[in-house]
């Protein structure tokens, strides 16, 4: 049996959260959803933001830059408080509050990744250090979210 539920624009990358018992989405729409995981397996919606709301697109490259892409997201932090959306579009991480769906307006942190942020590792032992690969100019940068 399938069964579905709207995941956002163009998803691509998903992500679960086993001690929140969350899924988190993210659309190269520029969207990032979250929805619970419920014990039978199904999901319940939880939230939706959509990046254009708040991101313009990056334009270094007109092409593949003309509004917000979110590639991937992940929980960060020692216990896992909050997550990180990379933004290809918008050459932008964003952090988002375990639990909470909203425009940074609430608190969130942006910073900015130039030559297209595709995907984020934190560092192994390093509170709040990761690294990330920008797909338009080849390069891994490393980065602080504290």
């Given at each position: 049996?399938?069964?579905s ?10 992500y679960?959260d ?26 319940t ?8 709301t708040f991101?313009?697109?990056?334009m ?17 932090g ?16 964003v952090a ?21 942020p ?18 338009l ?10």
């Open positions: 049996m399938i069964a539920a709207n995941a956002g624009v163009y998803p691509c990358h998903v679960f086993e001690a929140e018992s969350e899924i988190t989405v993210a659309g190269y729409g520029g969207t990032l959803s979250r929805f619970r995981l419920e014990a039978d397996g199904r999901v919606p939880m939230g939706l933001v959509q990046h254009e991101l313009k697109g990056s270094v490259n007109a092409q593949r830059q003309e509004k917000p892409h979110v590639h991937f997201f992940s929980s960060w020692d216990d896992e408080d909050f997550g990180i959306a990379v933004d290809l579009g918008a050459d932008a991480l988002y509050k375990t639990g909470e769906l909203r425009a940074p307006a609430g608190g969130n942190a942006i910073q900015t990744i130039r030559g297209g595709r995907h984020a590792a934190r560092h192994p032992f390093l509170r709040g250090m990761g690294y990330v690969c920008t797909e100019s080849n390069k891994l940068f490393r980065f602080s979210v504290l």
